[in-house]
């Protein structure tokens, strides 16, 4: 059994009322270790360290500051192993997936963190002869920073890393649901050379420990990622008392395809963004619109391909498709399955849980699941279901397409398939969403600015966006 403990101070720490709850494999439904369930408690510690942390962290040169997140990059390379097994049992995803993008990804995170605050520079506005304005950034104290369950350590570490490198101390909570990796970080860190307080990492529930972190009132800034309801419900909490947030929610995102695309390529591509991780990425290419002209064609190369996915034991260099994160998610997405059944949807393909013999006899597994003949606005094309659930709908123009794309609540991302880059410029411009894919997806370069429009969140993350969400600017005035 694996024991988890929160990071306090530089040191592991049991939580002050002594709760724990069980970790899950979701592969094998088994119980294989426990983590705090922290109480306001534990959150006021690791506030007080990081408080004290603060002076001195902020006076640290940036290229200092740099050159120990670069080191903890190192580490987790060194580590990746180990982590990417932790992610895998923890979370049921394919190991494949957690040594290749997961744990690759949360090291670059550190990586390009660490020197991209030695290039943020102060800005200067000369008025001449007149008067020198410049700008400098401040680091905004004690920040907190929340993560979900799908993409682990890669998101948990995609807001510890800026905050880090902008001067600021941190008190993150990793969800509850996979938080072995940020675990076995807080060991890396303190490796890396961070001194004690500067990065606490206190676990438990959202209700408990996340709801305590957002209400304290020694937080000055909350970075979340996460669905839109609990992002909602922070912001209420947070917005009385002026508390900086930086929110990344959910998304309903659309893949369009025109005729003239690659087909191929539009049909890899596709089978990624549709079933990457499960479908449980809020980048996700959920509904799928395809020009009616190749409808069928697409429709018939994308179903050989989705029957192709092998869903196994994660372990197994042959699976694909690895677990579903929990049980109640398996039951949300099955219940998104019926609604898509009762709203009149012609199931393509899967559709039924898997039984995966052996060790994974008791895992949340499930077919990726392909329906057509879904109205556009039914709930099934509305709602986010975060599991590996894809509509397809064939579309008349690109009118129709930009429409249909933009009538959701959500703004996150999209991606357009077309050879006309004219056509994919005017479409790109008139999508009401953060992010947009021309002729690939999840191409990621971190200096990117990346967030969502509408319930798909607020404020940017990445490159000097999140190094300015952590600073604050003051103006200093000269007269010459
Ligand atoms: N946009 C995204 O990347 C994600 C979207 N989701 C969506 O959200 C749905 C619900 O998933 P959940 O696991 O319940 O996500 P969630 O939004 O409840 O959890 C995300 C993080 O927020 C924390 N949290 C929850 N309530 C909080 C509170 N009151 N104060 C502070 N922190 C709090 C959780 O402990 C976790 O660390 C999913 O079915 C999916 O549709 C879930 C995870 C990621
Ligand atoms: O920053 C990225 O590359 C991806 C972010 C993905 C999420 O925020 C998500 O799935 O929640």
């Known amino acids: 059994m694996v024991q988890l403990h929160n990071f306090i101070n530089g040191e592991f720490r049991a939580p002050a009322a002594d709760g724990y709850l069980p970790l899950l494999n979701p592969a094998t439904g088994q119980v294989f270790g426990h983590v705090p369930d922290s109480t306001a408690a534990d959150v006021d510690q690791a506030l007080q360290a990081a408080t004290a942390a603060f002076p001195a962290w902020r006076a640290v040169p940036a290229e200092e500051r740099g050159r120990r997140l670069v080191r903890l990059a190192e580490l987790i390379e060194l580590n990746l192993e180990t982590l990417a097994q932790a992610e895998s049992q923890d979370n049921g995803k394919p190991l494949s997936l957690a040594r290749t993008l997961d744990i690759p990804r949360a090291a670059s995170n550190f990586a390009f963190f660490g020197t991209a605050a030695q290039h943020f520079a102060t800005e200067t506005h000369l008025q001449e002869g007149v008067a020198l304005n410049y700008t400098v950034r401040h680091p905004l104290g004690v920040v907190a920073c929340i993560s979900p369950w799908n993409l682990p350590l890669y998101l948990f570490t995609w807001k510890i890393a800026p905050a880090l490198a902008a001067g600021c101390c941190v008190v993150a909570k990793p969800s509850e649901v996979t938080p072995y990796t940020a675990y076995l970080l807080s060991e890396l860190s303190r490796e890396a050379g961070l001194p004690p307080g500067v990065l606490n990492i206190v676990h438990g529930t959202g ?123 398996l039951h949300k997405i099955l219940s998104y399955i019926d609604l898509a059944h009762q709203e009149g949807g012609r199931l393509l393909t899967g559709g039924q849980r898997v039984q995966v013999p052996g060790r994974c006899a008791e895992g949340y597994f499930l077919q990726p699941t392909v329906f057509e003949n879904l109205a556009p606005d039914c709930r099934v094309n509305q709602e986010e279901i975060f599991g590996p659930v894809v509509t397809l709908t064939p579309f008349d123009h690109e009118e129709e397409a930009v429409t249909w794309a933009n009538g959701t609540d959500y703004g996150l991302s999209a991606t357009i398939w077309t050879r006309d880059l004219t056509r994919a410029h005017r479409v790109a411009h008139q999508l009401h969403v953060g992010v947009v894919w021309v002729n690939t997806w999840l191409h990621r370069d971190l200096r990117t600015p990346f967030g969502g429009m509408k319930n798909s969140g607020l404020g940017r993350e990445g490159g000097l966006e999140a190094l300015r969400f952590f600073t604050e600017a003051q103006n200093v005035c000269v007269k010459l």
């Open 207 to 329: 209700p408990g420990a996340g709801q305590a972190l957002v209400e304290h009132p020694g937080i000055k800034a909350i970075s979340f990622t996460g669905g839109t309801a609990t992002g909602a419900h922070i912001a209420r909490t947070a917005a009385p008392q002026f508390k900086k947030l930086s929110l990344e929610l959910g998304g309903k995102n659309p893949n369009i395809i025109f005729a003239d695309c690659d087909l191929d390529a539009a049909v890899q591509t596709s089978l990624r963004s549709s079933f990457a991780n499960q479908g449980q990425i809020c980048l996700c290419g959920s509904r799928i619109f395809v020009e009616r002209g190749v409808y069928e064609p697409f429709k018939a190369a994308f179903l050989a391909q989705v029957r192709e996915l092998t869903v196994g034991d994660p372990l197994a260099a042959s699976t694909r498709q690895g677990a579903i994160v929990s049980e109640a998610h």
